[in-house]
């Protein structure tokens, strides 16, 4: 059976990068609790446009957790307080009839504002273009049992593959760290064969990347993992960190910018 309720928004509004923002209030009537986050803010938007009004900007594509591309921060929690849920995953079953829910934009300098809650994340793509990749010649897909892998390594690799890129945890960050991001993407590539003939060297590029993108140190404060919707853990960060650190060992002098 299912149960309407009838929600007061308050949600985060800026018509470009450099003007103003404010929170704006809505009432959204008669929510089902079946709907999705993004399905309540659908409904919300279609009621202002037949008003004639701009509807809420926001990000969404699959809209079943796996693209990374919503993410608002809600009552000041990356993604909403269910743990281990994108945006378009939260059900309005958490909510509740009379509650009010403040919408705001993922906020960090590295990632400005496009529009309401639409932000600009091509700094994650620009760590992954410094070599979060595998650019050799692989082949096709050898058969399983020529190319064994250790269980560990494989289930760890496929921990770290499971990041979608969201930014939740530059979000969470209190210095706005894309530590745990890059982590992930680093240790994915490490943990395989195939990554191995440039791992060295893409350790290096991805931080310093990192760095001149503008994101904060990690100091460990953990709030990357509590908001990460696939519960990368920041154990991969002290893995990030021993890449770099062996990386520096075989070639001193090619340091990352934080290093200089
Ligand atoms: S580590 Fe988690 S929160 Fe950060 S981008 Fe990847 S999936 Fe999103
Ligand atoms: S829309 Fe793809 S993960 Fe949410």
Redesign the pocket.
Known sequence: MSRTMNLTLHVWRQRTRGAPGKLVRYEAKNVSDHMSFLEMLDVVNEELAGKGEEPIAFDHDCREGIC?ACGVVIDGV?HGSSRGTTTCQLHMRSFHDGDEITIEPWRAGAFPVVRDLVVDRSA?DRIIQAGGYVSLRTGSAPEANSLPIAKGDSDSAFDAA?????????A?CPNASAA??TA?KISHLALLPQGQPERADRARKMVAQMDAEGFGHCTSHGE?EA????G?SIGFIAKMNRELLSAMARAPNDVPSREK
């Open positions: 990374g990356p994650l499971t990041c979608i890129g969201c930014g939740a945890c530059v969470a745990l991001f992930a990357c908001a990460c919707p696939k990368i």
